[in-house]
């Protein structure tokens, strides 16, 4: 790690001895180690030079890719403590939608995913805010994938009924619905779009707290919009 953090401060690359005195590693294991990250791809040689591999470049966006979730988780950590609900951020994504980040106590507890939220988008203010977001076709082609079916006594009935609903829901209004995914629980979701992806931020309730419902989401709207510009980043991953 110490040869890759010196390789990795040589923009114009490193010879073998520089490196060992830098990192205070004997000359022999120092051609050692080197040839073994040459070999990994850890790292490249050129002309007696080292210079970061394509392997290491890799292992740097992860990184990167892991900070900016982690900047994400923190968000949702911040306005589950300040509202009092669990909240979760979900993206569409190649036809599918995906709940990337969920952040709940003890003492307010997410739902639990009884049924597959990917197949019940229909179903659960997440779903039906995403729903809400994509054109026309991508629409029907996932109502296609995945049918409406009930999944409580309150689930909407059919897929003309939802899509009638969708149509009608207003672009910056939150997407509410009551005991539709899970018996005992209320649901809103407000829409994030970050260049062409769709996404949302949502939280839920107990049904015995409805009336908390609408504003809760309200001071979540108002909170994701004091944070979006410095999470646009962090959120399209």
């Not at 010879?15 to 051609?31: D, N």
């Not at 009092?84 to 951020?89: D, F, S, T």
């Not at 979701?189 to 419902?213: F, K, N, W």
Request: negative net charge; contains cysteine.
């Amino acid at each position: 790690m110490r040869l890759l953090e010196a390789v990795a401060e040589r923009e114009h690359g490193a010879p073998a001895k520089q490196l060992a005195r830098e990192t205070g590693l004997a000359l022999p294991t120092t051609y050692h180690l080197l040839r073994t990250l040459v070999h990994e791809r850890y790292l490249r040689r050129e002309k007696g030079l080292f210079f970061l591999g394509e392997a290491a470049e890799r292992l740097s966006s992860s990184g990167a890719q892991q900070k900016r979730r982690s900047t994400v988780n923190d968000a949702l950590a911040r306005w589950r403590d300040s509202i009092g609900v669990p909240v979760y951020y979900a993206i569409y994504r190649d036809g599918e939608i995906e709940v990337m980040c969920v952040s709940d106590t003890p003492g307010n507890p997410a739902v639990e995913e009884w049924a597959d939220f990917r197949e019940t988008g229909h179903a659960h203010a997440i779903g039906q805010c995403l729903l809400a977001q994509v054109d026309e076709h991508t629409r029907r082609d996932h109502l296609d994938r995945y049918p409406v079916q009930s999944i409580t006594p309150y689930t909407v009935s059919d897929s003309r009924t939802l899509l009638q609903r969708l149509e009608q829901t207003s672009r910056m209004e939150p997407v509410t619905e009551r005991q539709e995914y899970a018996l005992g629980t209320v649901c809103a979701a407000i829409p994030i779009t970050v260049g062409e992806t769709a996404g949302t931020m949502a939280i839920s309730l107990p049904s015995h707290q409805a009336d908390r419902l609408l504003p809760a989401v309200r001071q979540l709207q108002t909170e994701v919009g004091r944070a979006l510009g410095s999470l646009a980043l962090s959120i399209s991953i």
